[in-house]
């Protein structure tokens, strides 16, 4: 998935019209056990936070929107980035 992600990231740094780009932050949830009580063996799971969350807290918190798990859906990550390619 982190792959994935990485080239969805640079097709969207070429085209900065777009949209301004994304950071990827990978949490091994191996070292947090409140995230492995959440996510168990959905991992690896996308998560997009929400303006002013970090996703590093409260894993249980609602203010992060999972986008996928296991393989990347580029299109419900677009759509939830609001990006859209031509």
């Avoid at 301004?20 to 492995?36: K, M, N, S, T």
Wanted: hydrophobic residues 45%; proline residues 3%.
């Amino acid at each position: 998935m982190i792959a994935a992600l990485q080239i969805v990231q640079r097709r969207i740094l070429l085209q900065p019209a777009l949209f301004h780009g994304f950071d990827i932050e990978i949490v091994d949830i191996d070292q947090q056990p409140a995230l492995e009580r959440v996510w168990g063996d959905k991992v690896p799971v996308l998560l997009v936070e929400d303006a002013g969350n970090d996703l590093t807290n409260d894993a249980a918190d609602d203010t992060k929107t999972e986008i996928c798990h296991y393989f990347l859906d580029e299109t419900t990550l677009l759509a939830r980035l609001s990006v859209t390619f031509q």
